[in-house]
């Protein structure tokens, strides 16, 4: 989810909490507005501290003038095979191909579980919005892979603006045969230990003691909430570290940065506070029930359908995409 939609929904959790709402509306505390913190806390640890401490052990360093699909996936297989016979995690950083200010060139790389192959692509021209702006050459390679490999993301990894994303290779059990494989970690460093729903358990009541029930509650919540909307997605976190070591599978019902998604739960944040206020009124200015009915539950369906109907349709298109993609690989040449 989005910064503001993490925030708004800390909030909206910490208005639940019985006499927050009567703090905030007599200026008497700040409570609400530190469950937003800690709601947008996970994050900002992730990415402006916990992302710098990690290491990694091989950089690719693609050449936007002479890019060279099949060295980048040659070099990939090795990283992957030595990781297979040393069964030691190994982290690469993917670097992008600025082109100009605002212009990057895209490539792709797809883990294929089934035919067990990786698969390297040049992509399109994209700006930093990654909107696309002009189609390139399609240059692609693919070797095949001597071990079962896992990526449990969504679609192909995309490598485009600003750094670039890392990814980690480990040699891992499948919990369903049991039998070894080695699973692709997209972001390595992000929802580990700071996407914990025993630290924010941990933070509420620590400053539960200093703070006040209320307090530790609401600000309990704010951090749990953001951990539990983020499960939602492909990646998943840590929820139970330091129990547990690696991420748990989210849910994949949605992409962190879907515009549908983050508007329904800002919306559904939003009617929250307002029913909290209404409850905490000496007089109810709406009916609960038609709050529910036309504020809550019309609003999800309507915008919830939308949303399942333009998935549908895109995984449609992706496949359609993909039939016309490998047509194009028959007559272009192989680089």
Not at 99 to 116: M, T, V
Not at 178 to 194: A, G, S
Request: with cysteine.
């Amino acid at each position: 989810m989005k910064g503001f939609t993490h925030f708004i929904s800390a909030v909206a959790a910490a208005s639940c909490v019985p006499g927050v709402i009567e703090h905030a509306s007599s200026e008497r505390g700040l409570i609400l507005v530190l469950a937003g913190a800690f709601g947008l806390l996970p994050d900002w640890l992730d990415f402006k501290w916990t992302r710098y401490l990690e290491t990694t052990h091989h950089d690719i360093r693609p050449d936007a003038n002479a890019f060279d699909a099949n060295a980048i996936a040659t070099e990939l297989t090795a990283i992957l095979d030595n990781v297979w016979q040393t069964e030691t995690s190994q982290r690469v950083q993917l670097h992008t191909m600025q082109l100009a200010s605002d212009r990057w060139q895209r490539y792709s790389i797809w883990f294929d579980p089934y035919d067990q192959q990786l698969t390297v692509k040049r992509g399109p021209i994209v700006d930093t919005g990654q909107q696309f702006v002009c189609e390139t050459q399609l240059r692609t390679a693919t070797t095949a892979l001597q071990m079962p490999v896992y990526y449990g993301y969504d679609g192909d990894l995309k490598v485009d603006i600003f750094e670039g994303p890392t990814i980690e290779f480990s040699v891992q059990r499948d919990p369903k045969t049991k039998q070894k494989r080695i699973e692709v970690d997209f972001l390595p460093w992000h929802r580990r230990w700071t996407h914990s729903l025993t630290l924010g358990i941990v933070f509420g009541a620590v400053l539960g003691i200093f703070l006040g029930w209320q307090t530790g509650l609401a600000i309990g919540l704010g951090w749990i909430t953001h951990v539990l909307q983020d499960q939602l997605g492909h990646m998943g976190s840590n929820l139970w570290w330091p129990i547990t070591k690696r991420r748990s599978s989210g849910l994949k019902w949605m992409h962190s940065g879907d515009a549908i998604p983050n508007f329904l739960s800002v919306w559904l944040a939003v009617a929250v506070i307002l029913l909290n206020i209404n409850f905490a009124a000496q007089v109810p200015q709406f009916s609960v029930a038609n709050w529910l009915i036309w504020g809550v539950l019309l609003p999800s369906v309507v915008l919830g359908g939308t949303y399942i109907y333009g998935q549908r349709l895109t995984k449609s298109q992706r496949q359609t995409r993909k039939i016309v993609e490998l047509m194009e690989e028959l007559v272009e040449p192989q680089v």
